[in-house]
């Protein structure tokens, strides 16, 4: 037998072992000699995977995991306060392990982290701190999807000078956009290209098939992101060198249009703030930068009759919240006309007509019942009007979601100006493994089996904007149908004689 086929043979008995099957065949010192071998990759003992939290976003990261656990030597170890969802996702996997955990539980929580040798933080943002300061003590790299905070970029020079690598914003949006519009904007320039403008959006919808209501919409992530989006600040972004600003109250009428082949026509409107982006893409220079949120044509127009009533407010409580109708919640926003009806003075107040579209949306939401009742105590308008949409826009059992990414690209090169299209969708399996998920979590799964491999080294707090991160991952995505269809062609630009700008 050659060296390499008895390699494969102990390293499959290794497998089995642990597995119980033939535990008891074996004598105990020779079962110690077996599982400290594997001369493949190299690994002396199952390797522990800490993921924190157990969300809608993690199925997809749980089961690749898995799936590479028995390969890669992994354990792949979930602690969550509520361990229910977490239970369905391993499905009793033997090289997985279900813990409870309160993330508040210090002496549990720093246990858990020394105990893995690597960490996934799947919380909210705002508890990722914590755990990041038990990566430090106890030398433990990191992995998140969201937004790096100020507190934890504080932490990178401390993470440096230990070698650890805290990845983060390798979700979808951050994550995916990063990583594709860093490909090409990195292609363009080593071709000695200058960059001229760069817009970038992205759209967590229904897929088409699923597509039953007249908003074009659902909830494929966390509803309340989507009810107070946009607000804390105006939104803020370049166009021809022009600095261009949106207040809150008039971001839904300021949209653009995009087609994507296949899918048809979208809309898009503009994030909070673009030109941070300048810095991050190293675009200190460029004409044109634009980051926004598609929906489908329509959608904004009508979500914009929720934001001039005050329906997407977050900053007050309602008084006597639970007690009131639903049609009493939008007579709370409405002048007192005693003999009008709530739907003559909603139509008044914001001049649509009977016959518009828009009104067969709001009707359709059921927002003037007067026997739904709200149910929710000391609640907020943002809040109550989250849970009205709910009842509409939850997926049904049977319902895929739609995940649509879109990039323009703009520059110049030998003196010729050219634009480079490209655009990414993808379509949900189910309501467990949606596509949301899917490009949430399937980057943060390869990223961190990379860095436990060591197939990325770079230490410090970062985002995945370097070649190092961004060329394999974007290459294994692929392989599960998450990929970008470019295409090229002359430089439309917005205006080129800078008439009013």
Known sequence: MSKSAGTCLRFINIYVIENSLLK?????????????????????????????????????????????????????????????????????????????????????????????????????????????????????????????????????????????????????????????????????????????????????????????????????????????????????????????????????????????????????????????????????????????????????RAWNIFVQLGLTDDSYIMEGSEFLSYREFINSFLPYKPYDSVELKLRHYLKIDQDDVIWDKLLELDLFSAEKIVGLKDATPAQILQHILMESWSLKEKDKDMLIMYHMFGYEINGEKKQIESNMVVIGEDQTYTAMAKTVGLPVAIATLAILNGKIKTPGVQLPISKEVYDFILMELKEYGIKFNEKEMDYLGYNPNKLGA
């Open 24 to 300: 008891d065949l074996f004598l105990p010192h020779f079962y110690c000699e077996l599982i400290t071998f594997d001369s493949k990759y190299g690994f002396n003992k199952m390797r522990k995977i800490l993921i924190v939290g157990a969300g809608r976003s993690s199925s997809a990261l749980v089961r690749y995991l898995l799936d590479k656990s028995a390969d890669q030597r992994l354990k792949i170890i979930i602690a969550d306060i509520s361990v229910e969802n977490a239970k369905k996702l391993v499905n009793g996997h033997a090289n997985s392990e279900v813990i409870e955990l309160d993330i508040f539980n210090e002496v549990a929580r720093k246990s858990l982290v020394a105990d893995a040798d690597i960490v996934i933080s799947m919380l909210p943002a705002r508890f990722h701190l914590e755990i990041a300061k038990d990566c430090i003590e106890f030398e433990k790299n990191l992995v998140t999807a969201s937004y790096v905070s100020k507190e934890l970029m504080s932490l990178d020079d401390e993470v440096k000078s230990k070698g650890l690598i805290f990845m983060n914003e390798i979700g979808v949006d951050p994550g995916l956009d990063h990583m594709s519009a860093m490909q090409i904007i990195d292609r363009i320039k080593a071709k000695g290209g200058k960059m001229l403008l760069f817009e970038s959006f992205t759209g967590g919808l229904i897929a088409p098939e699923s597509d039953d209501n007249l908003w074009n919409y659902k909830f494929t992530w966390n509803p309340r992101n989507v009810v107070v989006a946009g607000q804390g600040g105006v939104a803020k972004f370049i166009q021809e060198g022009k600095y261009k600003y949106i207040p809150y109250h008039k971001l839904f009428r300021r949209t653009e249009f995009l087609s994507i082949e296949g899918y048809g026509r979208f809309e898009a409107l503009a994030n909070r703030d673009s030109l941070n982006y300048r810095d991050i893409y190293g675009l200190e220079d460029v004409l044109t930068i634009y980051r926004g949120t598609i929906r489908r044509v329509g959608f904004s």
